[in-house]
């Protein structure tokens, strides 16, 4: 069976990779509708990314391609 797509949750990405953002800047907007899997998505969101004093190196545009 295949998944319901819920178009009413998901995850904006509000700083780009490299963009320089101070504390208390949003750099993602979650939409969601169930508080206990919001519970489990956040410590994978917050895994996500990292804040640090240097934008990081440039990595690739395409990561795969897949066929």
Do not use: Q
Not at 7 to 35: N, Q
């Amino acid at each position: 069976a295949e998944d319901r797509v819920d178009p009413g949750v998901g995850v904006t990405v509000k700083a780009k990779v490299g963009e320089r953002v101070s504390e208390g800047d949003a750099v993602f907007e979650v939409r969601y509708r169930d508080a206990g899997k919001l519970a489990a998505a956040l410590p994978l969101l917050e895994d996500a990314y990292r804040v640090g004093d240097a934008a990081p190196p440039a990595g690739p545009l395409v990561l795969e391609t897949i066929t």
